[in-house]
């Protein structure tokens, strides 16, 4: 798996910054693509927005947002899209990847609001928790990197039942500091098992600064401990985290794990229960914001003449119709009546 670099990209050990041409599409996309995500991203934005508002409002218990996290989620959404072979176990700030994915804004309304409908737990557990197996997903909780070691049991299960599937686990960088990431990514590099570790770095466990998690700079060159390879990606552009994880994907079906540290930005706090204030310096989040995603994409799209800005304006009310129409169905319905809650207990 070749490592990419660019002038004044930094790399420590085995890990490398993973970067793309500027200038061409990588491998495998096309424009059509790039709108289709768009798209997808903006649509995921406006209900992560209305989902914090109505937090406010006392209509949404709890929520912990995806906003600067998107262009990773997605970006290596798309790539495992167009292998069609993938499967997906992503952590609790992970909202625009299942969004993407095809849970619908009904459905994430529902979820969030806790009423009957709900995909994952028919309102019954924290927002999105559980699978979602037509979408190829499962998160069972909160569990900080509990979705690791069952992500790699779940890879060993495919591989014995004779499938190609590529498993993808995503979790922030605190959960690196936890036991089972190492015994989640020991065990997988032991056996060659087809995981994409997946760790969207925004440099904060909750109010724990990197600096005060890890003695290292890097997350991804903690790889070379289990013998797989490590790449730093920058996780705000999305197209650099497709092509980092389309590579990822060949090696990890062909020789084994790969750890993918992207390097993203929490423009919010941590849930609706933090204050971010308390423990961020002041002008940081406004200086990260330069680099939303949202923004960004729409601006190449426009600079590329893929889009128009009347284009742009018109998938922006698109997305902001269908949350309006999600909110207004999902704030309508009814909680899951209390006989059905032993319900999906021990089986489906």
């Not at 994430?108 to 609001?113: A, D, E, K, L, T």
């Not at 039942?161 to 190492?182: K, R």
């Not at 998938?315 to 319905?333: G, N």
Request: net charge negative; with cysteine; glycine share 8%.
């Amino acid at each position: 798996m070749p490592r990419k670099r660019t002038t004044g990209a930094q790399a420590s050990g085995d890990c490398a910054i993973a970067t793309r041409s500027k200038t061409k599409l990588p491998k495998g996309l096309e424009t059509a693509d790039l709108v289709d995500y768009y798209t997808r991203l903006v649509q995921a934005r406006t209900l992560d927005e209305r989902i914090w508002a109505l937090n406010r409002q006392g209509k949404v218990p709890i929520a912990a947002s995806s906003q600067g996290h998107e262009a990773a989620q997605l970006g290596s959404l798309l790539a495992a899209e167009k292998d069609g072979d993938c499967f997906l176990f992503p952590y609790y700030r992970d909202l625009a990847l299942k969004v993407a994915a095809g849970l619908t804004p009904v459905q994430v309304m529902m979820s969030f609001m806790g009423k009957a409908g709900d995909p994952y737990s028919n309102g019954r557990q924290f927002p999105l928790q559980g699978a979602d197996l037509p979408h190829k997903i499962i998160q069972i909780s909160n569990v900080v990197a509990a979705g690791l070691t069952q992500s790699v049991g779940y890879a060993l299960g495919s591989r014995m039942s004779g499938g190609e599937t590529v498993v993808f686990v995503y979790f922030g960088d605190g959960a690196t500091s936890q036991g089972e990431t190492h015994e989640a990514m020991n065990f997988a590099s032991i056996h060659k098992l087809p995981v994409i570790f997946i760790c969207e770095n925004n440099r904060y466990a909750i109010s724990t600064p990197q600096t005060s998690q890890m003695g290292v700079e890097e997350v991804a060159t903690r790889s070379a401990a289990y013998g797989m390879p490590g790449f730093t990606v920058d996780g705000m552009d999305l197209m650099s985290c497709y092509e980092a994880t389309r590579e990822a994907i060949t090696h990890a079906r062909a020789q084994g794990p790969v750890l993918l540290e992207m390097m993203v930005e929490r423009f919010m706090s941590h849930t609706t229960d933090d204050d971010d204030r308390r423990y961020r310096p002041e002008g940081e989040v406004e200086r990260a914001r330069e680099r939303d995603p949202v923004i960004t994409l729409a601006q190449m799209l426009i600079d590329e003449k893929i889009l128009t800005q009347k284009q742009v304006d018109a998938i922006a009310a698109e997305a902001l119709r269908a949350t309006d129409e999600a909110t207004d169905i999902a704030d309508s319905s009814s909680p899951p009546d209390a006989s059905v809650l032993h319900e999906s207990v021990y089986g489906p």
